[in-house]
């Protein structure tokens, strides 16, 4: 049998998915990550993008998430997710109308605190949108 890590995936609500995996890829703030079994430690900032879990030789399962931390041991990665959901669960109608809000938000803004934070959600769901699309010309 071929060594593993254990990946974890959690979000504020609940654990998502521990399983061992071949490999899994990370998006990072400087840049995607792959970590396979006997990774060097460490921790670092996730951006909003698609988590690749390997299992097999390939892509087992995509999920988009929305940000938050990684850390990385030999034998385990854990990602907290601030979201993350399936990319075939993604609704794109669903997506659209909240970007729609965001924009609103943005320009709706009262302060520079306001107008950062629908920024951030506006690039969160452009990364979702742009995720769905890579799905869509890889098959």
Do not use: W
């Not at 654990?15 to 890829?25: A, E, G, N």
């Amino acid at each position: 049998m071929a060594e593993t890590v254990e990946f974890e995936l959690v979000s504020p609500q609940k654990l998502l998915k521990s399983q061992p995996v071949d490999m899994v890829v990370v998006p990072c703030a400087e840049g995607d990550i792959g970590v396979l079994p006997g990774h060097t430690p460490l921790i670092a900032t996730v951006r909003p993008g698609v988590v690749d879990i390997h299992d097999d030789g390939k892509v087992a399962e995509r999920i988009f998430v929305a940000g938050g931390f990684v850390e990385v041991t030999a034998v385990r990665c854990t990602l907290l997710a601030e979201e993350a959901i399936a990319i075939a669960d993604i609704n794109r109608a669903d997506v659209e109308e909240r970007l729609k809000a965001a924009n609103k938000a943005r320009e709706d803004a009262a302060d520079a605190a306001e107008k950062a934070s629908a920024e951030t959600g506006i690039e969160t769901l452009e990364a979702m949108l742009e995720a769905m699309e890579s799905v869509v010309h890889t098959h």
